[in-house]
């Protein structure tokens, strides 16, 4: 069902474990080559084109790649009751951890005249991703647009994948989740066409779209597959990006106290996103590694998405890992990196302390990565593939920049002066010491 990889009695540096941990055969590398003619495509040819891509990639022919308002009305008024208040709890949660998440200005005080400030600027516009292929995520749209609106953000645009079943609209969920949240500008595109039409806009094709479908957006977020994390990094520098989310991940370092049937149906839960998810339990018991492997194979054959689950635990970015103990295990688990890592271990909040690489950590056997989907008020959009090596997932922080201001009187500056016009010379800048010089002559 699962692969096994043994740890145990090897010394292995950061490198060698990153070599030697399970990861997807396909890259972002190799996505990147497909991708590249279709943002150049959309470029081009706006509107056009993303019909175009739509036809091919989603088997629809969208009419409005725009979703006009009562669109968005009718499909909050038909949301499942339940639904809805589990989407409003969501919100609601979400909203009290990001509201915690405003940075603060400062000013500095460095002499009598001498100030620098910084404050943070939210961005303009932003272009929020939501998948909606294999599975749909009305949860992304409030992860994305609440920590946006909590930034300041002014400008948010929503795009989705077109669905056959709905007439070439995104899934009603999403669109529900979109008017409980006051988004107006939704889009009926998905794929690396939407990171497209976000990074360098579309212009439109056909009446409903206006002369001009979608304004170019400063900031793209949002999770997705490989190709819309490679249409992502392709982009970057055009516009800015959270990260490159592609297929998802969990990682749990668990040690023998911890339930197996828990272990197996969190790693199964992962595995029903898409068949390259990647599952990976590190533990040093090697009964808990059995036991797992076991009720995998009891429970897989009843879950929903069984053959989805089976193709992507039995892939090669998944596996169970033994090693020789839970200090050899965090040092696995901090060069996997993870999405979602979740701590089953005696002591597993001071272990997580510890941990130098995941996306979000999961402390103990209640906490599992489900509840970061949907509910625990943390952000689900997270850096996958090794990326939490050097960069957070979705927050506030994610559309905000921080402003330096500088402000210095006449007596501040003469003071610094000499100093100035020296090191400039000494860098063979001179003009830069005159222009302080001329200030006193």
């Known amino acids: 069902m699962i692969n096994r990889i ?34 150049h495509d959309v470029r081009l040819h706006g509107a056009s084109a993303l019909r175009d891509l739509s036809e091919r990639f989603d088997g629809v022919r969208p009419v409005h790649l725009r979703v006009p308002a009562e669109h968005l009305t009718a499909a909050l008024e038909s949301l499942d009751p339940l639904v809805r208040e589990g989407l409003e709890e969501a919100i609601r949660r979400v909203r009290t951890v990001h509201a915690a998440q405003r940075p603060q200005p400062f000013a500095v005080d460095l002499g009598p005249g001498a100030q620098v400030r910084q404050r943070w600027i939210p961005v303009r516009r932003v272009g929020l991703y939501v998948p909606g292929g294999i599975a749909v995520y009305p949860s992304s749209v409030i992860m994305s647009v609440v920590a946006a609106q909590e930034a300041g953000v ?3 645009a929503v795009a989705s994948p077109p669905q056959r079943e709905n007439d070439g609209l995104p899934h009603p969920t999403i669109l529900a989740a979109c008017a409980l949240l006051g988004v107006e500008e939704v889009y009926a595109v998905g794929g690396a066409q939407a990171i497209a039409m976000f990074a360098y806009g579309a212009a439109g094709s056909e009446p409903q779209d206006g002369d001009y479908l979608c304004e170019p957006v400063d900031v793209i977020t949002g999770p997705g597959n490989i190709y819309v994390a490679a249409a992502k990094r392709l982009v970057r520098g055009v516009v800015g990006i959270d990260s490159e989310a592609g297929p998802t991940e969990i990682a749990i370092l668990a040690d023998g106290d911890a339930d197996p049937t828990h272990v197996a149906l969190d790693l199964i839960s992962q595995g029903e996103h898409t068949p390259d998810a ?52 965090l040092d696995v688990v901090d060069a996997y990196g993870a999405e979602h890592l979740e701590i089953q271990t005696a002591d597993a909040a001071a272990l997580a302390e510890r941990v130098q690489s995941a996306g979000a950590i999961f402390v103990g056997p209640y906490s599992p990565v489900p509840l970061g989907d949907y509910m625990a008020g943390s952000n689900h959009v997270l850096p996958t593939g090794g990326c939490a090596h050097y960069s957070s997932g979705l927050g506030v922080h994610s559309f905000l920049r921080a402003v330096q201001v500088v402000e210095y009187t006449a007596d501040a500056l003469e003071e610094l002066a000499d100093r100035i016009v020296a090191v400039a010379n000494d860098e063979d800048l001179p003009a830069h010491g005159e222009a302080i010089r001329a200030r006193f002559q």
């Not at 972002?28 to 991708?35: C, G, I, N, T, Y």
């Not at 339990?281 to 059995?290: I, K, N, R």
């Not at 090669?316 to 839970?326: F, G, N, T």
């Open 6 to 39: 043994d740890l145990r009695g090897r010394s292995l540096s950061p490198r060698e474990l990153t070599e030697i941990l399970p990861r997807p055969e396909i890259g972002v590398e190799d996505a990147a080559e497909k991708v590249a003619p279709i943002l």
């Open 278 to 329: 990647a599952a990976v339990l590190v533990t040093p018991s090697v009964e808990l590694a059995a036991r797992v492997d076991a009720r995998l194979v009891d429970l897989v054959p009843e879950t929903k998405h069984a053959a989805r689950v089976a193709q992507a635990l039995s892939g090669p970015q998944s596996a169970i890992i033994v090693v020789d103990d839970l200090e050899q295990g």
């Open 154 to 156: 002014r400008e948010l």
